[in-house]
């Protein structure tokens, strides 16, 4: 097995970490505090090419592997989860459904201008009475011959306030359970498109995370993703790869923890010597290391799977759930190991903290993941790769 990265890899990796050395740490406690929107950090993603990574450069976007994507994440979300997020979905859940799915005119009108970041995605999925479970769409989409009747709400939406695009699931045939489910891009300036108050939340407080409701929207034929009745299955290989993204994030969040914790276990001193040499701690910094490096794999290893055509899906759940639930415990060990400053804002790991539960809820709970893993072990779909190609368990 071959671990390294190569050199392209090896420079997204850096530029991201000098991006969010620079250009985001200096003010992210203060968008914190105050919830205010990234806009100029999220333009100057856009500008570096972290917005749509993955899509073809005949789209405008970079043209990279996932493990790239992975890679910038997981440094940009050692330090600002709420810009990793509005990156994560922008890449992981619109663009690459979008050039997955999307017919070539949906792809010029709406991907390239998506990939470059001049106009920022939303993925529209959940509502009030379905969050894990996609199948019970509330919203609806009326075939009126020429055009479809949208209505409906969708809650907690990540981009809400900031999107031109909506990539919103309906129903458009209740009859027909999940098979009736489709998928339409809708713009966010379109009669009847409104948009709620900006959630107060735990952690990731900058992003801007909405309700958005659809009333008497007229949706064009041509803005419907694939085939009719497609849009359960286009929500479900999206949010797949989209776990990727999430599992980096949640990598990333725990790294950025632990490099937080060994620099202050270095300098900080109690009973004649630095706190790193007590065994106490030691052993703390010891474990969050050996859980952050399991994570690495899964993540990696799930990023390499996506790369090569293979099949993803439970290794994409284990590196969400693995790497989620790493997060929150060492983020909890971190805030330890600063002890009393490790409860004040400045010293960043109680934001790091807060910022690490939502890596276990979206884009699939921690219980959905066990649902995925379970399902597709006892149908022998567990897929470990072995030189290159692959083998089921």
């Given at each position: 097995?071959?671990?390294?990265?190569?050199?392209?890899?090896?420079?997204?990796?850096?530029?991201?970490?000098?991006?969010?050395?620079?250009?985001?740490?200096?003010?992210?406690?203060?968008?914190?505090?105050?919830?205010?929107?990234?806009?100029?950090?999220?333009?100057?993603?856009?500008?570096?090419?972290?917005?749509?990574?993955?899509?073809?450069?005949?789209?405008?976007?970079?043209?990279?592997?996932?493990?790239?994507?992975?890679?910038?994440?997981?440094?940009?979300?050692?330090?600002?989860?709420?810009?990793?997020?509005?990156?994560?979905?922008?890449?992981?859940?619109?663009?690459?459904?979008?050039?997955?799915?999307?017919?070539?005119?949906?792809?010029?009108?709406?991907?390239?201008?998506?990939?470059?970041?001049?106009?920022?995605?939303?993925?529209?999925?959940?509502?009030?009475?379905?969050?894990?479970?996609?199948?019970?769409?509330?919203?609806?989409?009326?075939?009126?011959?020429?055009?479809?009747?949208?209505?409906?709400?969708?809650?907690?939406?990540?981009?809400?306030?900031?999107?031109?695009?909506?990539?919103?699931?309906?129903?458009?045939?209740?009859?027909?359970?999940?098979?009736?489910?489709?998928?339409?891009?809708?713009?966010?300036?379109?009669?009847?498109?409104?948009?709620?108050?900006?959630?107060?939340?735990?952690?990731?407080?900058?992003?801007?995370?909405?309700?958005?409701?659809?009333?008497?929207?007229?949706?064009?034929?041509?803005?419907?993703?694939?085939?009719?009745?497609?849009?359960?299955?286009?929500?479900?290989?999206?949010?797949?790869?989209?776990?990727?993204?999430?599992?980096?994030?949640?990598?990333?969040?725990?790294?950025?923890?632990?490099?937080?914790?060994?620099?202050?276990?270095?300098?900080?001193?109690?009973?004649?010597?630095?706190?790193?040499?007590?065994?106490?701690?030691?052993?703390?910094?010891?474990?969050?290391?050996?859980?952050?490096?399991?994570?690495?794999?899964?993540?990696?290893?799930?990023?390499?799977?996506?790369?090569?055509?293979?099949?993803?899906?439970?290794?994409?759940?284990?590196?969400?759930l693995f790497a989620s639930e790493a997060a929150m415990k060492h983020t909890v060990e971190a805030v330890q190991v600063h002890g009393g400053y490790g409860f004040v804002k400045e010293y960043h790991v109680e934001r790091l903290m807060r910022d690490a539960k939502i890596t276990q809820i979206y884009e699939g709970t921690s219980e959905v993941q066990r649902i995925v893993m379970s399902r597709n072990l006892?149908?022998?779909?567990?897929?470990?790769?072995?030189?290159?190609?692959?083998?089921?368990?």
């Amino acid at each position: 097995m071959f671990f390294a990265l190569n050199e392209e890899q090896l420079a997204v990796q850096e530029a991201a970490r000098e991006f969010a050395q620079k250009e985001l740490k200096p003010g992210v406690i203060e968008r914190d505090s105050t919830m205010a929107y990234p806009t100029e950090q999220v333009r100057m993603m856009g500008e570096l090419g972290f917005m749509g990574m993955m899509v073809s450069p005949e789209y405008g976007g970079g043209g990279m592997d996932t493990l790239s994507y992975v890679l910038a994440m997981e440094e940009i979300s050692k330090i600002d989860n709420s810009c990793s997020v509005i990156m994560s979905v922008n890449n992981s859940l619109v663009c690459w459904g979008l050039e997955t799915y999307g017919t070539e005119a949906q792809k010029t009108k709406y991907l390239t201008k998506l990939a470059t970041g001049e106009w920022i995605g939303a993925f529209c999925l959940s509502e009030p009475e379905a969050g894990s479970d996609a199948t019970s769409q509330r919203t609806t989409a009326v075939d009126m011959g020429d055009h479809y009747l949208l209505n409906g709400t969708k809650n907690w939406i990540t981009n809400g306030g900031s999107s031109k695009v909506h990539l919103v699931v309906a129903q458009t045939d209740a009859d027909l359970g999940h098979k009736g489910i489709n998928v339409f891009i809708v713009e966010s300036d379109w009669e009847g498109v409104s948009v709620g108050a900006k959630e107060d939340k735990l952690g990731i407080r900058s992003s801007d995370t909405h309700t958005i409701m659809y009333s008497d929207v007229k949706v064009p034929k041509e803005n419907r993703i694939g085939e009719n009745g497609f849009g359960f299955k286009f929500a479900m290989k999206t949010l797949t790869g989209g776990r990727i993204g999430i599992a980096a994030q949640a990598l990333g969040i725990a790294g950025g923890a632990y490099e937080l914790s060994v620099a202050y276990a270095k300098e900080r001193e109690a009973f004649g010597k630095p706190i790193a040499r007590h065994q106490a701690i030691a052993f703390k910094l010891a474990d969050m290391f050996k859980d952050i490096e399991a994570a690495k794999m899964l993540v990696y290893r799930s990023a390499w799977l996506k790369d090569q055509g293979m099949d993803y899906s439970s290794a994409s759940s284990m590196a969400k759930l693995f790497a989620s639930e790493a997060a929150m415990k060492h983020t909890v060990e971190a805030v330890q190991v600063h002890g009393g400053y490790g409860f004040v804002k400045e010293y960043h790991v109680e934001r790091l903290m807060r910022d690490a539960k939502i890596t276990q809820i979206y884009e699939g709970t921690s219980e959905v993941q066990r649902i995925v893993m379970s399902r597709n072990l006892l149908k022998g779909q567990l897929y470990i790769p072995v030189t290159g190609s692959g083998v089921h368990v």
